[in-house]
């Protein structure tokens, strides 16, 4: 039985792993199994597939290549689709008065990819690991900077947010767990792409392939 993992709907990279799988969306949010016949999909948060994978509790899964740097576990990818890019950004306050670089708290979900940033750059921060809403830090007193997804700019212009450097370009990958590479190393995307469109199609599973 494969079991094969894909970004649950409430996160950024769902839509654009959707694209790539060619499939519309699924109906039914609250549905996270769909049973095939040799295989099984398994919808769970982005930040846990890598983990999944590492753990050698699922077979194969989509995340971002952020996610799996960020995680340690890029090696694990096999496969990335760069035809859909986002930016993971060093961004500061637009209405701080505060210019210096160096000593600054900085909210991010990525504390291991902003910590290396910083000491590459040998800026002296402190690093804030949060979990979502990164453009909402810089109004709390002494954090005036993150580090996030930024996609078209939006949502850091709305925010009152400049952005001061990109740091990496990230984008929809997929990898395989070391016990799926060895019992199946014949499997590619198109193999996984028909395995999970066959799971969803199954009689009585509400989704739009």
Known sequence: MIKIA??????????????ILKIQELLNPKKVVYWGT???VL?????????????NRIDFGFSGLDTFIELGCEKLVFDRFYSDTSRIAYCRNSCSKNNSNNGLVVATEYPSISSRYFFEKEMKVQILKIRGSAEAFPNLDGISAIVDVVETGTSTRV???????SIMTTYPCLAASEKAK?????????????????CLSQPGDESSV
């Open 6 to 19: 894909i970004p649950s709907s409430h996160s950024r990279i769902h839509t654009k792993v959707m694209n």
């Open 38 to 40: 040799d295989a099984v």
């Open 43 to 55: 919808v769970f948060r982005p930040w846990d597939i890598p983990r999944l994978l590492k753990e």
């Open 159 to 165: 925010n009152h947010l400049k952005v001061c450097d």
């Open 182 to 198: 060895h019992n199946w190393p014949e499997i590619g995307f198109t193999n996984i792409r028909n395995i999970i469109n066959d």
